[in-house]
C-alpha cells in the first residue's frame, strides 16, 4: 500500500472538511470518516508513515485528527 497516496487521500477529505467553521467538528469529521471508510491497513500505513516520517505534507487538519484521535483510528492488532 503506497503510504503517499493514502497521504493525498487523506488531505483531500481534510481539505473537504477543512470548510466547517467548527475546528474540533471538522478534526472529528476527518477521523471519523477515514475510520468508518478505510479498511483497517489503510489506517495503519497511514499511521505508520506520519510516526517515521513526521506530518511534513499533511495538511494541518489531518495532522491535528491524526495526533487527537490516533488511539481511535488505530486498528487492532
Not at 503506497?2 to 473537504?16: C, E, K, P, S
Not at 472529528?28 to 513526521?54: C, N, S, Y
Not at 490516533?70 to 486498528?75: A, D, H, Q, V
Request: aromatic fraction near 6%.
Amino acid at each position: 500500500m503506497d503510504a503517499d497516496h493514502l497521504v493525498q487521500m487523506a488531505n483531500r477529505i481534510a481539505t473537504f472538511f477543512d470548510a466547517m467553521p467548527d475546528r474540533e467538528e471538522a478534526v472529528e469529521g476527518v477521523a471519523q470518516h477515514i475510520r468508518k471508510f478505510w479498511e483497517p491497513r489503510m489506517r495503519r500505513t497511514l499511521l505508520d508513515h506520519v510516526r517515521a516520517h513526521g506530518e511534513k505534507g499533511l495538511h494541518p487538519l489531518l495532522a491535528q485528527a491524526l495526533r487527537s484521535r490516533e488511539t481511535m483510528l488505530m486498528p487492532a492488532a
